[in-house]
């Protein structure tokens, strides 16, 4: 199955990033990248905020505006779908799991990117793609959520993306 890519992969798919030469093997085999709507934002929001910082990011957000423009790259959108199984996780998961380990940022920054990670799976799963990313233990939460959820239907498949 196909798999959109999480933030965890987009963001770190530019020049010597992690996965740009997953990115340049996408590119040569015409395989089409998948971003969920609520991964583009997080890219852009994260390229943006460090530009009021550090003018060297322009090149960056140059970049992935261009590969936003690409033939290869596909937009999920967050649809009616998406919406209703994005309500319905985070009615069931209002707080991410994160258990002992610590995300980065204040409470509210961390409730803010859960609900941003649980946008991401219902885009995915409401499109017919599974998940690449390297937040493995969060995004398993969710498909065994989703799964409960929507026990006749296929679970979100989740690739990890860790080198």
């Known amino acids: 199955m196909p798999a959109a890519w999480d933030t965890s992969v987009a ?10 030469e997953r990115l340049e093997a996408h590119l040569l085999a015409r395989q089409p990248i998948v971003l969920p709507a ?5 890219v852009v929001h994260g390229l943006h905020a460090h530009l009021r910082f550090d003018a060297a990011f322009h090149s960056s957000a ?3 505006a261009a590969l ?4 290869l790259v596909r937009v999920l959108p967050f649809d009616c779908a998406s919406a209703v199984l994005a309500g319905r996780l985070l009615a069931s998961l209002p707080l991410p799991p994160t258990g002992r380990r610590r995300r980065e940022g204040t409470r509210a920054r961390q409730r803010a990117a859960w609900a941003l990670d649980v946008q991401i799976a219902a885009c995915a799963f409401a499109g017919g793609y599974g998940v690449l990313t390297e937040n493995v233990e969060d995004f398993a939460v969710l498909r065994d959520a989703i799964a409960e959820m929507l026990p006749a239907v296929p679970p979100l498949a989740i690739t990890d993306a860790r080198p």
């Open 11 to 20: 963001s770190r798919a530019h020049g010597s990033g992690r996965h740009a």
């Open 62 to 64: 140059d970049w992935f």
């Open 38 to 42: 609520p991964t583009v934002q997080e």
């Open 68 to 71: 936003l423009e690409h033939t």
